[in-house]
């Protein structure tokens, strides 16, 4: 027996009526009447909202139709060739030792705007900055001795467009322990680094952003995301790594790129480029160019909440010991690449007895080789064998060093780490064009000088931006996941991440039918 179901959805496409058959025997109906009918004006008249269009055929009928069609055109069209950079430039900055070998990118937040140096994590979710500071890094720049201006701290009651986040927000993971939904929404983000964590509370603001390509060749963006304010902070937060905040880049659903893809400004994709100038571009939107080499992301106990590839082999010059392969994080916030420490033996031995130099062990990298003054010659190369056998060749496998005498040092940017899971650090990534396209399940990679992405074009900072374009923060609803179970942000521990978003599931026919149903309607008063 065939159960109808029967929906009627306004749209800006001719009326006409269709079914689906399911193999069940179910018959699912949906009428769907133009969005500019007589039909379609009576039913908000219904509603209590007073709307009119031009006459029927008219010259401004058509110019309204045509216009409708290009804003669904850039839905569906715009996202893919429009990228995103902060509104200060797309370059990344970076500081060496004393800002602990982490990349930065300055970004501007709120209303009236303040700008912030933000460290770049691909191991974490959150963005976070100082705010109303308890314990925070100093911030000065005489403080600083490669930083010409000072840093900012975050404080909601000075933006206009701050908002907190409350306790019973899908996005608000910590809410079960408010005392009331109405609450502030608190946070803890504990990292790796022993002791390393920040803590506050959540609110939506605005990050300005500049968008280049698509049908805007540049243009000026708003975007709402979340930020934590970071009240407290602890470890190598007060001590030089990333004294202005924290970028998590991650794929959990409270992170920029995931924010910015529920809002439509891009698909849920960015990438990172790390030249050897120490110089580098963020791009947000950009899924790589065609003939980059690409590997999946797998799962990391069962679960799809960061960014992990399988590696089958670690290749020494022509050798790739056996049994040499592990999951690997591929993290932008940690410097140097961490591997198992099993795995970590069998390479470093390998790189060893290819090697023809007399070894130095230091504090922290035991595979250290003094230079002569034509350098140090006969480097093994490296590279990573990756799932479908894709190579990711390792461009500079070691770093130098001075030892304040005069003698300079070369070592293996490599470190043991415990347990199974490696990371691998900035120092891989360095003259890749790294692409974390959440949105295919995919890490590209290309080689690149970091300066043919976007023309890395930049916008002053001295005023704000004009010609603004906003969109919502994601409500509530559409926070979740299509399980129905909220989405947690996340709480990061890069040794042994945690879980940011939801296990996959497998979603119904009936219910991806109610939701396609359910986003028509809710998006109809934007197409009309």
């Known amino acids: 027996m065939a159960i109808p179901l029967t929906a009627v959805v306004l749209l800006t496409v001719t009326a006409l009526m269709f079914s689906v058959e399911l193999a069940a025997g179910n018959t699912f109906s949906t009428r769907l009447v133009h969005g500019f009918s007589d039909e379609a004006m009576s039913f908000w008249a219904s509603k209590g909202k007073t709307v009119t269009w031009p006459k029927r055929e008219s010259v401004e009928h058509m110019r309204l139709l045509l216009s409708n069609d290009l804003k669904r055109q850039r839905l569906k069209l715009g996202s893919q060739k429009q990228l995103l950079f902060p509104s200060e430039g797309s370059e990344t900055h970076f500081y060496g030792n004393e800002l602990s070998w982490l990349h930065y990118v300055w970004i501007d937040i709120g209303t009236p705007n303040a700008s912030f140096l933000?460290?770049?994590?691909?191991?974490?979710?959150?963005?976070?900055?100082?705010?109303?500071?308890?314990?925070?890094?100093?911030?000065?720049?005489?403080?600083?001795?490669?930083?010409?201006?000072?840093?900012?701290?975050?404080?909601?009651?000075?933006?206009?467009?701050?908002?907190?986040?409350?306790?019973?927000?899908?996005?608000?993971?910590?809410?079960?322990?408010?005392?009331?939904?109405?609450?502030?929404?608190?946070?803890?983000?504990?990292?790796?680094?022993?002791?390393t964590s920040s803590s506050g509370f959540l609110f939506e603001d605005q990050l300005h952003l500049t968008s280049v390509g698509g049908y805007e060749h540049q243009g000026s963006v708003r975007a709402p995301i979340v930020i934590g304010c970071g009240s407290k902070q602890s470890g190598n937060y007060l001590t030089g790594a990333a004294p202005d905040g924290v970028m998590g880049l991650g794929p959990g659903e409270i992170s920029v790129p995931s924010l910015l893809a529920k809002s439509g400004f891009v698909p849920r994709s960015f990438s990172l480029c790390f030249g050897k100038s120490n110089s580098g571009t963020i791009f947000f939107g950009d899924k790589g160019p065609e003939n980059q080499r690409r590997s999946s992301f797998v799962s990391l106990d069962g679960n799809y909440n960061t960014y992990v590839v399988e590696v089958q082999r670690y290749c020494v010059g022509g050798t790739c010991p056996k049994l040499s392969g592990f999951q690997a994080l591929v993290d932008s916030g940690s410097s140097f690449t961490f591997l198992p420490s099993e795995i970590f033996t069998k390479v470093v031995t390998e790189f060893e007895e290819q090697m023809n130099a007399t070894r130095l062990a230091t504090e922290d990298f035991p595979y250290c080789y003094k230079a002569s003054s034509q350098g140090l010659p006969n480097i093994p190369s490296m590279k990573l064998l990756l799932a479908a056998n894709q190579s990711f060749v390792i461009q500079n496998p070691m770093f130098a060093i001075s030892s304040g005498q005069g003698d300079n040092f070369y070592c293996v940017g490599l470190v043991p780490i415990e347990g199974m899971i490696g990371i691998i650090g900035q120092n891989f990534m360095e003259g890749y064009r790294m692409v974390f396209d959440w949105e295919n399940m995919k890490l590209g990679w290309s080689r690149s000088k970091c300066q043919d992405i976007g023309s890395t074009a930049k916008l002053s900072p001295t005023s704000p931006p004009s010609g603004l374009t906003s969109n919502p923060l994601p409500t509530t609803e559409q926070?979740?996941?299509?399980?129905?179970?909220?989405?947690?942000?996340?709480?990061?521990?890069?040794?042994?991440?945690?879980?940011?978003?939801?296990?996959?599931?497998?979603?119904?026919?009936?219910?991806?039918?109610s939701s396609l149903l359910l986003s028509l309607i809710l998006w109809l008063p934007y197409l009309i």
């Open 118 to 195: 933000v460290a770049l994590d691909a191991g974490s979710d959150l963005l976070w900055l100082p705010c109303d500071c308890v314990q925070c890094a100093p911030l000065s720049s005489s403080y600083y001795s490669m930083l010409d201006k000072d840093l900012n701290e975050y404080s909601p009651a000075r933006s206009s467009t701050s908002k907190h986040l409350s306790c019973s927000h899908q996005l608000c993971e910590l809410g079960p322990n408010c005392q009331s939904p109405k609450e502030r929404c608190p946070y803890t983000v504990n990292y790796y680094s022993a002791n």
């Open 479 to 513: 926070q979740r996941n299509p399980g129905g179970h909220a989405v947690a942000p996340a709480i990061a521990g890069k040794a042994t991440p945690k879980p940011s978003v939801a296990s996959l599931h497998a979603v119904s026919w009936h219910y991806t039918m």
